[in-house]
């Protein structure tokens, strides 16, 4: 399984940014893919993450109003549509997999993940 992740780089306050995730090499199926990120010092957070059958997102309460999720089912392709940056939102970005429905957007429950992508909000 590789999920790379792309579209990190250095953004000033306000500005935006997005992170795309290719994902390959599945062999067996996953309820909702999407993004975790890490902060310097902190514990993982789940961001958001959509499923894959019926395209049902989940997005958590600190970045509703700035983040979006999408996909391109063709191109096995999900994005991270990042508005509004803060320097807060500094971190490594994850793309990963949750295997059910209870479990998604929580890090310990993971299915896979890959190397991340780093995000860096800065004047």
């Known amino acids: 399984v590789q999920l790379q992740a792309s579209g990190g780089g250095l953004v000033q306050p306000g500005g935006s940014l997005r992170l795309a995730c290719t994902a390959s090499?599945?062999?067996?199926?996953?309820?909702?893919i999407g993004w975790v990120r890490q902060a310097p010092g902190k514990e993982r957070e789940g961001l958001s993450c959509?499923?894959?059958?019926?395209?049902?997102?989940y997005v958590a309460d600190s970045v509703k109003d700035r983040f979006t999720i999408s996909k391109d089912n063709i191109k096995d392709t999900v994005y991270l549509q990042m508005n509004s940056l803060k320097p807060e939102d500094t971190a490594v970005y994850y793309c990963?997999?949750?295997?059910?429905?209870?479990?998604?957007?929580?890090?310990?429950?993971?299915?896979?993940w890959g190397k991340g992508t780093l995000v860096t909000v800065s004047s």
């Open positions: 959509i499923s894959r059958r019926d395209s049902k997102i």
């Open positions: 090499g599945f062999t067996k199926d996953y309820y909702a």
């Open positions: 990963a997999t949750w295997g059910t429905s209870l479990s998604v957007l929580d890090p310990q429950d993971m299915d896979y």
